[in-house]
């Protein structure tokens, strides 16, 4: 348990221009209730400043946050700065799309101190990006990652998603040869999933589209997390990758770490760890949101205590998706876990080094199912 170190803070933008076919994120399609929300989220941050008083790591996601106008972001930014402290060297991220980016509102980031921008590019394959239902071209994407480094991002991260049927291994290849070409400092690449209820799972069950299928699913993956490694990236966890350490996200790795985070916004979820482990989550409707803040009360949808065993779960489960892995200490009281480690490294899933044991490429790969074996 990290209770020591700093937390981290989270901002909830539940707001797109329009709702991609495979998201299954909390976010409307419609920009009218930002002024309410924003009004919202900063009677929240009230609620929460005495309890979290700093923080070393800021992520605005969503949703979109880039769809605020420059005022909006000023004014939330403002607030954040005004209720919470950041440490002498903050990491300040900021979620955005290639469609609602713009100089001004970059330059408006830089002059609050966001030093980190996480671009949802997705492909730059433009019949992929209408597969995937996103708002934006190629062409885009590309402009929107240059004007990121014309306002002075020297730390820009790019999400791509792998896995499409309208994608071949060539494709998906020209993809990644071009955003290399761009040298971000951060990679994610994550496959596509058919979530339950999403407009693409729709098309799914009515037999429109389908999956590419496990075994292509792992060649995939497994080219993926090569290529990357050959062209100095570090593959620092399943769906992440580096240009060097000092780029891993840190706010993302609270999440990985157990280390307490605050979420705001709807359907934000929060975790404090001492004096006992305790988990909580926001409403998942901006109007019931705004309702319970405009009544002063705080928009919990529920939280739980987290029981030994569970944590102990989870924390095998964060751990083994990361190249950093578990620490070995933390078995001692899962005996049968020596059994289960000793077959996964002769199976090549694992390797046990300094005391702790880190998945492999192929550990990656099966990272899902690893925890629950270890637990017995
Ligand atoms: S832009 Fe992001 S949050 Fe919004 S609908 Fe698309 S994937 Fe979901």
């Known amino acids: 348990m990290n209770s020591q170190e700093i937390p981290g803070l989270y ?3 539940p707001f797109c221009r329009s709702k991609c076919f495979y998201c299954d994120f909390y976010s409307v399609a ?5 002024p309410a929300w924003l009004e919202a989220v900063r009677a929240e941050m009230k609620l929460y ?7 070393d790591s800021l992520y605005l996601g969503g949703g979109t946050p880039s769809v605020l106008e420059e005022r909006d972001l000023a004014a939330l930014l403002e607030s954040i700065l005004q209720n919470f402290a950041f440490g002498a060297d903050p990491e300040m991220t900021m979620e955005a799309n290639p469609e609602s980016l713009s100089p001004e509102k970059l330059k408006t980031l830089r002059d609050f101190g966001l030093n980190r921008i996480s671009l ?5 394959e433009d019949s992929d990006l209408k597969y995937l239902g996103r708002a934006h071209s190629a062409g885009q994407a590309l402009r929107a990652f240059e004007a990121c480094r014309s306002a002075g991002f020297s730390n820009v991260s790019v999400d791509l998603i792998y896995g499409l049927e309208t994608q071949s291994l060539k494709s998906w290849k020209k ?9 971000p400092e951060h990679i994610s690449c994550y496959q596509l999933t058919f979530e339950k ?12 589209v389908r999956s590419i299928g496990e075994k292509m699913e792992a060649a995939f993956f497994l080219w993926t997390s090569r290529y990357l490694q050959r062209r100095g990236y570090c593959h620092y966890e399943v769906s992440n990758f580096a240009a060097g350490r000092e780029f891993l996200c840190r706010h993302n790795r609270k999440y990985w770490r157990h280390v307490p985070y605050l979420g705001l916004g709807p359907s934000a979820h929060s975790l404090a760890v001492v004096p006992q482990p305790r988990r909580w989550w926001n409403v998942k409707s901006v109007r019931e949101y705004c309702r319970l ?4 009360k705080a928009p919990v949808a529920g939280w739980e205590f987290l029981s030994r065993e569970q944590f102990d779960l989870e924390t095998f489960d964060l751990a083994l998706r990361t190249d950093e892995g578990l620490d070995m200490a933390a078995l001692k009281d899962y005996p049968q876990s020596q059994r289960v480690l000793a077959q996964w490294q002769k199976s090549g899933l694992v390797r046990l080094s300094e005391g702790r044991v880190r998945p492999t490429r192929r550990g990656f790969l099966v990272a899902d199912s690893l925890a629950v074996m270890l637990a017995g």
């Open 11 to 13: 901002i909830h933008t």
């Open 30 to 34: 419609s920009r009218a209730e930002i």
């Open 49 to 55: 400043k005495e309890e979290f008083p700093a923080f």
């Open 120 to 124: 949802g590019v997705q492909s730059l």
């Open 175 to 183: 993809t990644l040869d071009t955003i290399l070409e761009l040298r």
């Open 197 to 208: 209820g999403t407009a693409l799972w729709k098309k799914k069950e009515a037999g429109r």
């Open 293 to 296: 803040l405009g009544e002063g």
